[in-house]
């Protein structure tokens, strides 16, 4: 009597663990994501002037090419991110106005 009652537990847990599995996080509006065709290590003391400015594709070109980063992203409130280090990477990290508050490399 035991045994099915595991085996009824087990399949509850197996259908139950699968369900969260296959659960995705809500949509988010990623930031617009620039790659320079050259570039090397960033420097954000070459982007510093983007803080207080709104946020667009023309800035965060911008911002990247005098930071010598290779790819450069805005990072919004809340905004799923990857959090691995890139010392090539530019990022914008913007306020719910979409204006920059700070910049950051990785």
Same mark, same amino acid.
């Given at each position: 009597? %035991? ?9 509850? /847990? $197996?259908?139950?663990l699968s369900a969260c599995s296959s659960l995705s996080p809500g949509p988010t509006a990623p930031g617009p994501?620039?790659?320079?065709? /050259? *570039? *090397?290590?960033?420097?954000?003391? *070459? ?21 010598? $980063? +290779?790819?450069?992203?805005?990072? %919004?409130?809340? +905004? ?6 890139? $010392?090539? %990477? ?6 719910? /106005? ?7 490399? *990785?």
């Open positions: 009597m %035991r045994a099915p009652l595991t085996l009824a537990v087990a399949a509850l /847990s $197996a259908v139950w994501v620039t790659t320079l065709p /050259s *570039g *090397g290590e960033c420097r954000m003391v *070459g982007a510093q002037f983007a803080v207080g400015q709104t946020a667009n594709a023309a800035l965060l070109k911008e911002a990247a090419q005098r930071a010598g $980063a +290779q790819t450069a992203r805005v990072l %919004r409130p809340q +905004q799923v991110i990857t959090m691995e280090f890139n $010392a090539q %990477r530019l990022n914008l990290e913007v306020d719910g /106005s979409n204006r920059v508050v700070a910049v950051r490399c *990785g």
